[in-house]
């Protein structure tokens, strides 16, 4: 569909030129360098710091000159999943998504809603003539879904502006004044592959129609994690046959919900029988256990084939260490009342090859709880033969209640919407925090509209939220104070 015919079309216009040109983590580039040359043909100034980010920078409208300086921010990058049987290519393909009861949607992949309305907003606000502002610089960074590496490499120094508007986030009428902070934790371990016993049969054993979603915004949602169901359901099978795991793949992405896993297993031929029950018993359980969240799991087993497996002993360490590993809650804030304080996503899990992997996102409110049970989990996989290491710590948000600029947007929102806006912490990891540690005086929000099921195929966002996404923000940019 054209979707620069939606409504408002100046913020339309650019998120078709986002859903045309691929975005993958790491692979902006191209989107970058075409946002780079849009800009500067309408005059406007541009810099790209040592870290890729790009910077676009717009005067003052007539009048307005003595306004505090207001920084927009948005990622360029998505993340890219797909429903197993769908062919795209996230790195040459465009996302085509389709227009169904109000809400675009990409019904077989991501969207790229999350952050591309965002980035949309901005470059709105870059591109139009008619709108009053004071100074105005948007910030497009590079990575964010693959570990904030835009936000962690932006120099100090470069912003001119005082508040930020971040709009990453997706529950329309909501503002939030704080978010998680996080870190990966990544374990790698080798093993010795024996060949395929004598007399055993081969099955690939498949979990799948998990819903998926945001391993931080929905991690409370209770929803199924496919890595923790089949690592669960290999342990239970040890002990009904002599099970023998050859390889296992689960999971695509380290802050998206694992939707769907595979291993290929072999087993003495004669329990053929025995285990084709105990599946359809596990099926069974995994769906009254999942009941309300994720009622379409389905556990599947096909012929497949294998020339090696796993040693016993290396068996016994491997899964046992994935399914000690903790997946979940861990802790509800003490200090905002219904939001979760810290937690942990088992995301993707390998192996195949002689080599086993995986990634688990650890997030908390407190830089010290994810720092915390990032540590629990290293001790876990040490003990059991894995070579462990932390990467890409980034602080939390501290919630500010006292916040000008929180203040302005509740005013502006009541005014434009006969209504009160709600305020909120996420659990999810925004930029906000990164960037406040490198300018502290920065006096930040973040908004944006309604958007569903990001990081998961069928991601929608509600067209009317947009438009008055767009409403609101050009309303807050009017109502800027003078600069002090």
């Known amino acids: 569909m054209n979707i620069a015919a939606l409504e408002p079309t100046i913020v339309w216009e650019h998120f078709q030129t986002l859903c045309d040109i691929p975005r993958p983590s790491k692979h902006e580039a191209a989107l970058r360098d075409y946002l780079k040359g849009w800009a500067e043909l309408r005059g ?26 207001v920084v927009l921010q948005g990622h360029l990058d998505m993340v890219c999943q797909a429903n197993t049987g769908t062919v795209h290519d996230f790195f040459n393909d465009p996302i085509r998504p389709v227009l169904k009861d109000g809400w675009l949607i990409a019904e077989n992949t991501t969207l790229g809603a999350d952050n591309g309305i965002g980035v949309a907003l901005g470059l709105a606000v870059l591109a139009s003539d008619d709108i009053a502002h004071g100074p105005v610089e948007v910030l497009m960074t590079l990575d964010e879904e693959a570990g904030m590496g835009g936000a962690l490499g932006l120099e100090p120094g470069l912003l001119q502006g005082s508040m930020l508007i971040n709009i990453d986030t997706e529950e329309w009428g909501e503002f939030y004044m704080g978010c998680a902070g996080g870190i990966d934790v990544n374990a790698r371990r080798s093993y010795q592959p024996q060949p395929l016993p004598a007399g055993f049969e081969v099955r690939q054993l498949t979990v799948a129609g998990l819903v998926g979603g945001h391993s931080g915004a929905d991690i409370h949602l209770g929803r199924g994690n496919a890595n923790k169901v089949l690592i669960r359901l290999l342990r239970e099978l040890e002990t009904v046959t002599d099970l023998r795991v050859a390889s296992f793949n689960g999971g695509t992405a380290r802050n998206a919900l694992a939707r769907e896993a595979f291993a290929v297993v072999a087993y003495p031929a004669a329990d053929g029988d025995k285990l084709a029950a105990y599946l359809d018993a596990f099926q069974s359980l995994m769906r009254f256990e999942l009941a309300g969240v994720d009622e379409g799991v389905s556990i599947a087993a096909n012929l497949a084939s294998a020339g090696e497996v796993l040693a016993p002993a290396d068996q016994q360490a491997i899964l046992s260490a994935l399914h000690a590993a903790p997946h979940g809650v861990k802790r509800m804030s003490q200090r905002v009342a219904g939001v979760v304080e810290t937690s942990n996503n088992l995301g993707v899990v390998s192996i195949a090859d002689g080599k086993v992997f995986t990634n688990l996102m650890v997030r908390s409110l407190l830089d010290s709880g994810f720092r915390n049970l990032a540590s629990e989990i290293v001790g876990l996989f040490r003990l059991a033969g894995f070579e462990v290491e932390t990467e890409g710590g980034y602080p939390g948000w501290a919630p500010n209640p006292a916040s000008p600029l929180l203040a302005l947007f509740q005013q502006v929102y009541r005014e434009q919407f006969g209504a009160d806006s709600g305020v909120q912490v996420i659990h999810a990891g925004l930029e906000c925090g990164i960037i406040g540690a490198k300018y502290p005086q920065m006096d930040m929000v973040s908004f944006g509209p309604n958007i569903r099921g990001a990081h998961a195929p069928g991601e929608r966002v509600e067209v009317a939220s947009v438009g008055k996404a767009w409403q609101l923000l050009q309303a807050v940019l009017a109502a800027v104070p003078v600069s002090a």
């Not at 810099?47 to 307005?64: E, F, H, Q, S, Y």
């Open 44 to 69: 406007l100034q541009t810099v790209v710091d040592a870290a890729g980010n790009l910077i676009v920078r717009k005067a003052a409208t007539p009048g307005m000159e003595d306004r505090v300086g």
